[in-house]
C-alpha cells in the first residue's frame, strides 16, 4: 500500500447518483463535487444516472460514505415505491442513520420533495412552480396512509440542512 492509497483510504467520502430510472443525476453530482471542493476532506464517489437501488446500497456498503445523495424522478410518479424501497434495503444492511451514522440527502422538484414531506411527516413545502397537473397524490392522505410504516425509519434519515457558501452553479 502507498503512501497516496493511505491518504485515500482516510478520506471521508461523499457518495451521489440518481436511482431508479432516473437519469437526473447532474444535482447531486455537482453537490458532492461541492463537498470535495470545500477543502474538508471529502472525496466524491459518483454513481452516475439511473442506478439500481441494490446497487446503490452495495456502494454504500462497500465505500462506507458519511454522506449519500440520492437524486430521483422529476416528478412525483413513484417516489414513494422507489423511497419506500431504498428505506427497507437500507434497514436489512442496518445503514439507516440512527445505526450507521449516514447522512442522507434525497433530491427532486418540489412535488416529489413534498412527497417525501408527507411521507416523514416534514411540513409540505409550498409549490409555486408545478402546475396542479404534474402533482400526483394527495399528500396528506399519503401523510395519513403511511404513517409509522415508513415514516419513522426515513425520518431518522433526514436532517434539514441550510447549505451556505457561494453559489457555484452556472452563472451563480
Known sequence: MTADSKTEDKKRRVLAGSIGDCVHSLGVESFA???EDRGEGFLAVKLGPAVPIEDVIN???ESRPEIVAISM???DLHVDKLISEFIEKAAR????????GIRYSFG????????VR????????????????D????????AEKVGDRIASRIAGMCKIVEIKGRDRR???
Open 108 to 115: 427532486g422538484l418540489r412535488p416529489a420533495a413534498n412527497l
Open 135 to 142: 402533482r400526483h397524490y394527495d399528500l396528506d392522505e399519503i
Open 59 to 61: 456502494k454504500i456498503r
Open 170 to 172: 452556472i452563472g451563480g
Open 118 to 133: 408527507a411521507m416523514t411527516g416534514l411540513p409540505i413545502q409550498e409549490d409555486k412552480f408545478s402546475p396542479p397537473a
Open 73 to 75: 424522478r422529476l416528478g
Open 93 to 100: 444492511y442496518h445503514l439507516l442513520p440512527r445505526e450507521s
Open 33 to 35: 463535487e461541492w463537498m
